[in-house]
């Protein structure tokens, strides 16, 4: 062994490790259920609801409320945030799960004059690794023996071969890392992957002073806040002045009210001061329902419970969520950087077309006539490779371009060329960059087989093989427009031919005649294309971010569908480097294709339409995307990326394949749409109980409902109803609204309008029960009248909720979708009605009597006015949205 490939001793390595660190990469700690517990106490809709407990503990100790008000409403914070917490360890556990499956890196490592097989983070600053086609490249270093071709799209994006030679003895890496420095003849990156060749490799940086260590540091980035996050702090302070504001007004007005009933102040007064204090008390009573009803407290249960039921979902779709607030972001986006390989496109090169000696597309294994073409063509791949099929049956070996090739003739003709006698390989001349072709001589065909760059056979060929295995006239002019055609799509053109003279070193024989040729590409996914028209059809800009050259780009980019328009632009690295960060966004909204893209590009990117407001998503899978991946407001990791990019990023696409974008995308708009579901139906009847707490007591009619009716409507009901609304079917619609604004509110105008109109007919027929005499007759006393206001209250309010689910005037549609909606429903209904007919305690408590069926007749009649006048509302509003539009 070469004296300079010796290696490290055993206590140079330990002191190489004390000097320069370990090569392991510190990750991302892993939040615990508790810190994830305690921090959802941050939400602003938790914090209204701690605030509305502390009042409810005071009123306790003051004598004006029962414990089991502020017991209630704490157990349903703590239950928001178990489930939130959970969600959130169960997401961790899931992509823990997912990276423990995948085995650690080794490496061949070089120690004692030995091979030594060793675990990436033991690897130190001055070890010299063994590279061999396939290996990861696990440390920043240089070639100091052999050729390597080497795969660096991990770290730059770039799907292309970049060839390294041995470096002498005093080059090392340079400090100042630039697109050019991952490109150049000797510097190998962590990250990378050799494709081809063999050398050996000295290691100059590990852990995180390697380039992907300090991409990783990159990361530390703060989050920006998640659209909704945004959208409930605006709802919670919306919440605040209406609840606190009305609830001060409306006590104010009831201690007026006293006064005016005593004739004046001092008249009041001198009712003494018990008098004085037991009306105070029942003033601030009054104002403190209003703000319990005013605060929908199902809303953060519901949001936990429809994250959690989202993530499940999404799971069977190949997306991992990591963090469940990213589903509900995706649905909010507004431009999405798309990384083009293995995400547009399959991520691999394959033979794309098949052209025969007239330029004619052929289909060769499918045409029964073109026996001599598919002869000659297996023989020119099978034997003319230096790729091969393992064991278990997948391609290995070679460059890109043969393991492609070798994928196209198919394992059995391997194998049965292989078999045949008749094509053992006399003489062969392997590939080199010089000449641009590779050569085989078989004895037995008398025939010298190439494959190789067009130009090269082109030169030598005058005649081609047709369909019927003739010797035909080349028309070289026609097959030069077609290989044109190929290159313009972006395609890799490998020609085959054979000659019948003997194999000459380094040359190309005169009596070429052509077989065929192959267009080679990392082509697009069909799916991708659909999906990508589906995005595009959400009013979400796509822009494919690739470190392709420009003309690759372009080619993609027009097959998949992402440049549709003369106003479309397609702009460099270096293009968007030179311009100032003004002039970049007067264009945004019309680049669609970035090339030679560097990774600060993608983070500039991503910062530059958060300053415009817009909702950015972000694609990726190596450790040059993860900056960008953790900026955005939603990262799309790919599941075969680095840990460092899934760490990053909030989803893992796990089959790296757009269309599974696209339905994270449409998920997050259907989670959306059921949380709006539930505010519908929450927020009608909070406004409905406002207003009946508010008005009743003025004319006439006293506590029509008691704090504990409001508790179970309010908490209970609510807890249980927003697992109706967790399990809404995602349908096709949802994928042609246009996506909303970060800083729109939760309630828009045409929502405000459906809430008040029935929140105020609700309201109507509240009072309609209490001063219409036919309401009372049917009921033996008060008692009983009152408990059947509460069952209408409770009846109206789950009528309701079937009419949120459709703005049209079938409240199942889909409903065999959402089976468990029916079976919630159902149960509220049972529990209302044994709440009033149990009697006893539970009775007492709920101040419930049982009552006859006239009543229950009455209740039911009167729920269902729900549904008619709603049907009124959608057909106005359907016909007149020019009233509502924001």
Known sequence: MNEKLQGLTDVEVEESRRKYGSNKIKESETETFWKQFMEGFGDPMIRILCVIALIMMIMFFLGQSEWYEPVGTVIAVLLVNFVSAKTGVANDAAYKKLKNSQKKDTANVIRNGAVNVIDVDELVVGDIVILQSGNNILADGVLINGNLSVDNSVLNGEAEECRKCAADGEFTIPEEITGDTFVDSHSLFRGATVLDGEGHMLIQKVGELTMMGKMAEDMEVKEPESPLKVKLNKLANQISIFGYAGGIVIAVAYFIHYILMAGSIGGFLDMGLLYVI????????????????????????????????????????????????????????????????????KGQLEVVEFLDGTGQAVDIHQYTCA??????????????????????????????????????????????????????VTEIQEFNSANKFSQVYIDSKGKTFYKGAPEVLLEKAEKYLDIHGNEVDLDLEQINIKINRLARRAMRVIAFGYSKSRLRPNEVNEDIVLIGLVGIRDDVRPEAKQAIKEVQSAGIQVIMITGDRKETAVAIANEAGLLNSENDIVITSAELNSMTDEQIKEIIEDIRVISRALPTDKSRMVRLCQELNLVVGMTGDGVNDSPALKRADVGFAMGSGTDVAKVAGKLVILDDNFDSIKNAIWYGRTLYINILKFCKMQLVINVAAVLVSAICPFIGIEAPLKVTHLLW??????????????????????????????DEGIISKPMAIQILVMGGWLTVMSILWFKIPIFSTLFDNQEQFYTGYFCMFVFAFMINALNVRSEGANVFENIKENPLFLKVWVLIMLVQIALVSIGGVIGEIFSCQRFGWQGWSAVIAMALVMYPVDLIRKYIMRNKLWMIED
């Not at 230096?386 to 393991?403: E, I, S």
Request: with cysteine; charged share 20%.
């Open 713 to 742: 409507i309010n908490l209970c009901m609510d807890s249980l109803a927003s697992i109706m609304f967790a399990s809404e079917p995602a349908l096709p619609e949802y994928m042609r609204a246009k996506p909303r604004r970060r």
């Open 278 to 345: 037991k009306h105070l008390m029942s003033a601030v009573s009054v104002a403190i329902t209003i703000i319990v009803c005013a605060v929908p407290e199902g809303l953060p249960l519901v949001i936990a419970l429809v994250l959690m039921q989202n993530t499940g979902k999404l799971y069977k779709m190949n997306v991992l969520v990591r963090k469940s607030i990213g589903i509900e972001t995706a649905g909010s986006l507004h431009i999405l950087f798309s990384d083009k390989t293995g995400t547009i496109t």
């Open 371 to 424: 026996e001599a073409i598919r002869e000659n063509l297996h023989i020119c791949i099978g034997k003319n490779t230096c790729a091969m099929f393992d064991n278990k049956k997948h391609v290995v070996g070679g460059n890109m371009t043969d393991q492609a090739l070798l994928k196209y003739l198919g394992r059995d003709n391997y194998v049965a060329l292989a078999e045949n006698n008749q094509c053992t």
